[in-house]
C-alpha cells in the first residue's frame, strides 16, 4: 500500500534553514506529481509547493523564493529546502500523493521556527 514517510522538521532560529524529505513507497513514484503541505497551530492545512513529474515546480506565494522542492526518483524521495526560515513558517509539514483517486498523507514533521 502507499506509505508516505516525512523526516528532518525540527526546532531553528528564524533566518535558519532546514531540509525535510518524504520517503515513498507503494506505487511507482516517478508517475505522479508530490506535494508539501503544512499545518499551522490552530490553522487549516495549505498548500506549499508541487513537483511534477517532468520536475516543473510551483509554489505558493508565502514560500516562493524561500523553498525549494526536488525530487529523486531513484530514491523514490521529495525533498523541501526551506531557507531565510521565519516564525510564520511554524507548522506540521506534510507530503502528499494523489493516486488512483485517492489522496495520500504522510504523518507529518514539525518545523519551529524561533528564537
Known amino acids: 500500500q502507499v506509505q508516505l514517510v516525512e523526516s528532518g522538521g525540527g526546532l531553528v532560529q528564524p533566518g535558519g534553514s532546514l531540509r525535510l524529505s518524504c520517503a515513498a513507497s507503494?506505487?511507482?513514484?516517478?508517475?505522479?506529481?508530490m506535494g508539501w503541505y503544512r499545518q499551522p497551530p490552530g490553522k487549516q492545512r495549505e498548500w506549499v509547493a508541487t513537483?511534477?513529474?517532468?520536475?516543473?515546480?510551483t509554489y505558493a506565494d508565502s514560500v516562493k523564493g524561500r523553498f525549494t522542492i526536488s525530487r529523486d526518483n531513484a530514491k523514490n524521495t521529495v525533498y523541501l529546502q526551506m531557507n531565510s526560515l521565519k516564525p510564520e513558517d511554524t507548522a506540521v509539514y506534510y507530503c502528499?500523493?494523489?493516486?488512483?483517486?485517492?489522496?495520500?498523507w504522510g504523518k507529518g514533521t514539525l518545523v519551529t521556527v524561533s528564537s
Open positions: 513537483i511534477f513529474t517532468g520536475g516543473t515546480t
Open positions: 502528499n500523493v494523489f493516486y488512483q483517486q485517492v489522496d495520500y
Open positions: 507503494g506505487y511507482i513514484f516517478s508517475r505522479y506529481r
